[in-house]
Every structure is written in structure tokens, then in C-alpha cells.
């Protein structure tokens, strides 16, 4: 199962997420996003488990616990829809 976890603090590393993560269970990999071009955190991550059952232990005790100061957000990952992003007035 991919999670999503957000409201990080900006100081947390991929391997304190792997570390709190691995505490319910496997964890296949983490991914904390940055900016492009400063590469700082952008306060969010995804963590993929492999055992759905361990997926849903880990939502149920760290969502909306504190984590390096900050109450987590832990859920399951949405698909990413296939819209454009840009925004902005259409081009004619």
C-alpha cells in the first residue's frame, strides 16, 4: 500500500520516516519530495508497504501523532489524476 504523509517538518529525513515506518511492519521504500530546485523538503512523503495489513496499523497509530514537533497526516496514497497542471487562462 503507498501512504501519504504530510505536514512534516522540513527538517525530517527519509531515514527517520524509514525508521518510524519499519516499527509496523516492511517498508519497500520512502520517498520525501523536495524542491526541484532548492531541495529542500516540501513537507510531505510517500512510504509504499507491501502488507496492507501493516499499512493500516501504521495509518491508525501515526496519523495525527507528533512527529519531530509537528501532528502528522498518514493516509493511503491517492492515484494521481491525469490532468493537466499549469493552471492558469487557457492559451488560444
Do not use: C, H, W
Amino acid at each position: 500500500m503507498n501512504l501519504y504523509v504530510g505536514n512534516l517538518a522540513y527538517g525530517v529525513t527519509e531515514d527517520q520516516l524509514m525508521e518510524t515506518f519499519t516499527e509496523f511492519g516492511e517498508v519497500a521504500s520512502v520517498k520525501l519530495i523536495t524542491d526541484k530546485f532548492s531541495g529542500q523538503s516540501k513537507g510531505f512523503a510517500f512510504v509504499e508497504m507491501p502488507n496492507n495489513r501493516e499499512a493500516d496499523v501504521a495509518i491508525k497509530t501515526l496519523n495525527g501523532s507528533a512527529m519531530a514537533g509537528r501532528a502528522v497526516k498518514v493516509n493511503q496514497a491517492q492515484a494521481r489524476s491525469n490532468k493537466p497542471s499549469g493552471g492558469g487562462r487557457p492559451r488560444y
